[in-house]
């Protein structure tokens, strides 16, 4: 069985920088949290736990380092944390503070902001959070066919959006409202990772996709794997691989999502790896019995 891991896939330079200056903070010693758990993946988040960072909610706390996540948040709970004493360590990833001062931009100009994403998710939470006007998020073509205002829009896009699904409610939007901005803020790290899933997904029968499951990141990478007919599987360790979903597999994929670590993508490489040649070994036994 043939094993492919994707060019681009794992911790991105966002996600590499927040948890280097969570360790820089550790090791200085002194409290440190941050506000919700650092990335969508719990074996990080179990690790940083065991190294004394706890996740936590502004009010929870009165003193120490706070620090704020790769999402970023709106500037209300920025405030608010220092207005409490916090040292507050900005770890927003710069590609989602474009999306935010875009956002703030437009939303201070009068336009009505559009942003492409999930209402539920942190990133577009804290982005909606900065506009002082109007701002509606938009996540899928129903959505989209929903939405009317005969106001100027502007839009953005949450940074892990997959092409397809802008495209698909820019597509409807167009035909009905004043679009006066598109910002296709879609992130460099994101794109890649797409792109790079998408390649090895059109090579092979099963697509193994590594992640939290809460990642919206990943499971973006799991629609696009599908998107091209693969058989995925999304994991988020090595433990959860089953034998049997590889019977007659000749080619398998890996990629992973940009808040998982390079440990875990390791341990899934060698998981395959010994699950590879413990079926050549069973197909070698069939063969001989045969003769
Ligand atoms: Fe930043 Fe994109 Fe990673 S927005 S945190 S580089 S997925």
Redesign the pocket.
């Known amino acids: 069985m043939q094993i492919i891991v994707a060019e681009h896939a794992g911790f991105?330079?966002?996600?590499k920088n927040?948890v280097r200056l969570l360790e820089d903070l550790i090791k200085k010693g002194g409290k440190t949290y941050t506000l919700g758990p650092i990335v969508h993946n719990q074996q990080v988040v179990k690790k940083m736990e065991n190294l004394g960072v706890k996740a936590v909610d502004v009010d929870d706390i009165s003193e120490g380092n706070l620090v704020i996540r790769?999402h970023g948040v709106p500037p209300d709970v920025i405030e608010r944390a220092r207005a409490r004493g916090l040292n507050v360590i900005d770890a927003t990833?710069?590609?989602?503070k474009k999306v935010q001062k875009l956002a703030q931009d437009l939303s201070s100009k009068g336009y009505t902001v559009v942003i492409i994403g999930d209402p539920n998710h942190p990133e577009v939470k804290g982005i909606k959070g900065w506009c002082p006007g109007e701002a509606v998020v938009i996540e899928n073509e129903e959505d989209a066919r929903a939405f009317f205002t005969d106001k100027r829009v502007g839009v953005v896009v949450q940074?892990?959006q997959t092409e397809e699904n802008v495209k698909r409610i820019m597509d409807i939007l167009k035909e009905k409202l004043d679009l006066a901005v598109f910002h296709n803020t879609r992130?460099?790290?994101?794109q890649q990772r797409q792109e790079a899933a998408k390649k090895v997904a059109e090579l092979v029968n099963v697509m193994l996709v590594v992640g939290g499951k809460n990642s919206s990141?990943t499971k973006k990478l799991v629609q696009v794997c599908q998107n091209v007919g693969a058989r995925v599987y999304h994991i988020e360790t090595a433990e959860e691989i089953k034998q049997e979903w590889f019977q007659e597999v000749e080619k398998v994929g890996i990629t992973a999502g940009?808040s998982t670590p390079d440990w875990i993508i390791k341990e899934v490489i060698t998981k395959m790896e010994e699950i590879s040649k413990e079926m050549e070994n069973q197909q070698r036994e069939v063969a001989y019995d045969d003769e």
């Open positions: 991105c330079f966002g996600v927040a790769t990833c710069p590609f989602v940074t892990t992130c460099n790290a994101t990141n940009a």
